[in-house]
């Protein structure tokens, strides 16, 4: 039974730094490739970053503009969020995922496990 749980979430104001953290059981992380993404009521869940795992190699959405780092613990099987300089519209639910299909990483569709979220509020 594979399970991703977040945590880290929390209110910040804007400026302010949160780190997330999402902890895999029943599934190795190093084996393969993880991702945030993020979601707000009403809108599509939408990529944030992802990682090759093996490797460390890392991929960003545009917005990310270098305020948020994406890593890995291998002995702790678990991967982190870090952000920084948050902004009212990093507001949202972010998930953790895994089992990455191939194909476009920023595709929700080419992942197969996910968490249940944490919440992120960013306020003004």
């Known amino acids: 039974h594979v399970q991703l749980v977040e945590s880290g979430g929390g209110s910040v104001q804007a400026g302010g730094s949160l780190r997330l953290s999402c902890q895999a059981s029943?599934?190795?992380?190093?084996?393969?490739?993880a991702a945030w993404f993020r979601q707000v009521s009403g809108k599509d869940r939408e990529a944030v970053a992802h990682i090759w795992t093996a490797y460390g190699v890392t991929y960003y959405a545009d917005f990310v503009k270098g305020r948020f780092t994406i890593s890995h613990d291998k002995v702790k099987n678990a991967v982190y969020l870090e952000m920084s300089n948050l902004q009212p519209e990093d507001s949202a639910m972010y998930y953790c995922?895994?089992?990455?299909?191939?194909?476009?990483?920023?595709?929700?569709?080419?992942?197969?496990?996910w968490g249940q979220g944490t919440q992120v509020t960013v306020s003004s």
């Open positions: 029943g599934w190795t992380l190093s084996d393969n490739y």
């Open positions: 995922a895994t089992s990455y299909r191939g194909g476009d990483w920023e595709s929700p569709l080419n992942y197969k496990y």
